[in-house]
């Protein structure tokens, strides 16, 4: 995947309505765009606005049934987000395995400092 893709990609994500309006059609399937906006308090033209943005990043697909124009999710952007986020995720993993081990290391020195000053008195 390109970064432009990417970046476009996330700019659409970068917005709460529109992760509201993708919430909504992941659970919903296809909805037409009166009853995308029912929860917002923006009018009509600006939930299109929003789903064009959506739409331009792949992020969603719209259909047409007579005067119905419904808006359908597409996953597979957000998988492509996915497995950027996982190459950092696999490097805070690393990072975590290592504090770890080094905060058992030093809990073992301090355990064993202790029962050697235990061992003096």
Do not use: C
């Not at 992760?19 to 399937?29: N, S």
């Amino acid at each position: 995947m390109s970064s432009d893709r990417l970046s476009t990609i996330l700019s659409a994500l970068a917005d709460p309505t529109r992760r509201a309006i993708l919430a909504q059609l992941a659970v919903k399937g296809d909805v037409p765009v009166t009853e995308l906006a029912k929860p917002f308090r923006i009018s009509l033209p600006a939930v299109s606005r929003h789903l064009g943005v959506l739409q331009e990043a792949g992020l969603i697909s719209r259909g047409r049934d007579a005067q119905w124009r419904p808006a359908r999710l597409e996953a597979a952007p957000l998988r492509d987000v996915s497995d950027w986020v996982d190459r950092y995720r696999r490097f805070w993993e690393e990072r975590f395995d290592n504090l770890d081990s080094y905060l058992q290391k030093l809990q073992t020195q301090e355990n064993k400092n202790a029962r050697t000053k235990k061992r003096r008195k």
